[in-house]
């Protein structure tokens, strides 16, 4: 990390030809080093992965101790994973210093960094603990569901299809990064719900179908939008894009497990005014 403050954003070019480009730590393996980007979205994700690594490096007692124990829970419920899910143990490692790492972007000096290493070296391992823990309650729970979805050979296939659905979207390859220890802690709600769900089949409702139609329609749009964002020159809008797959999630919550209650308010309403917000180019915060 560099003595003095690495700038936000710096202009590059000669004369009346000026670029404005972002400057971030960059993951270089063993290492790290600094890279301009043209996008500031780009430039923030890869400067939190470049922090994540010097970090990593610089506690390297505390990062072995933290893989250890990692590596005997993964050892010991292998199998109740999804089969498709990638390195177990290093997405429980980087998923505990990405927690206790919050506000990467203004970590751009070596006096920041050292009290944010300060605070890793601290956190850590204990996080490890209680990342374990959790991790143990909701694959558990997964499995429950996934063998009561095989028993309700009676229940309608629309409902069966939905279910397996979510839980391919909650238990990506990558779930433990890709969500984060923050989000995680919800999901036993999220799991809750289903399980209330999947109490009332065969006999579901005309509700159940109408909202599950909903959810899928909200769904396609998403993944359009994505797609979209993933072929565009700029990541401006990724956060805005989590924030309403989570969203739809709450609205599971809400429409199918009422008594759980939801984290944030949400209605069709919301959620329609957030993809319209993308799709119209609005950088406003959805409310």
């Avoid at 505990?96 to 290493?117: G, K, W």
């Avoid at 989000?183 to 809750?192: I, K």
Wanted: with cysteine; glycine share 6%; hydrophobic share 40%.
């Amino acid at each position: 990390m560099p003595e003095t403050e690495l700038p936000q954003s710096i202009e590059v070019g000669e004369g009346n030809i000026k670029l404005l480009r972002y400057p971030s730590l960059v993951d270089a393996g063993a290492s790290v080093s600094v890279k301009l980007f043209a996008d500031e979205e780009i430039a923030r994700e890869v400067h939190a992965g470049g922090v994540l690594k010097l970090a990593m490096l610089s506690s390297v007692q505390q990062r072995n101790m933290l893989r250890k124990h990692c590596d005997r829970f993964v050892r010991q419920n292998a199998l109740k994973f999804p089969v498709n899910t990638g390195d177990l143990v290093e997405q429980c490692v980087e998923a505990c210093y990405a927690y206790v790492l919050t506000n990467t972007h203004t970590i751009r000096d070596r006096q920041s960094f050292e009290r944010a290493a300060a605070e890793v070296k601290s956190q850590v391992v204990g996080l490890g603990d209680r990342l374990i823990s959790l991790l143990e309650r909701i694959i558990v729970v997964r499995l429950t569901i996934k063998n009561r979805l095989s028993a309700l050979s009676s229940a309608p296939e629309y409902l069966l299809s939905d279910v397996n659905s979510q839980l391919d979207r909650l238990f990506t390859p990558r779930f433990i990064v890709e969500t984060g220890i923050e989000r995680l802690g919800e999901f036993p709600r999220y799991l809750s719900a289903i399980e209330l769900r999947l109490a009332k089949a065969p006999f579901m409702g005309p509700k159940d179908k109408s909202d599950s139609e909903l959810l899928a329609n909200y769904s396609v749009q998403l993944e359009k939008l994505k797609n979209e964002l993933a072929a565009g020159p700029t990541m401006s809008s990724a956060p805005r894009l989590a924030e309403i797959r989570w969203m739809l999630e709450e609205f599971r919550v809400s429409a199918f497990a009422q008594s759980l209650k939801t984290k944030i308010p949400v209605s069709p309403t919301r959620i329609e005014k957030a993809l319209s917000a993308i799709k119209g180019g609005s950088k406003g915060i959805i409310h």
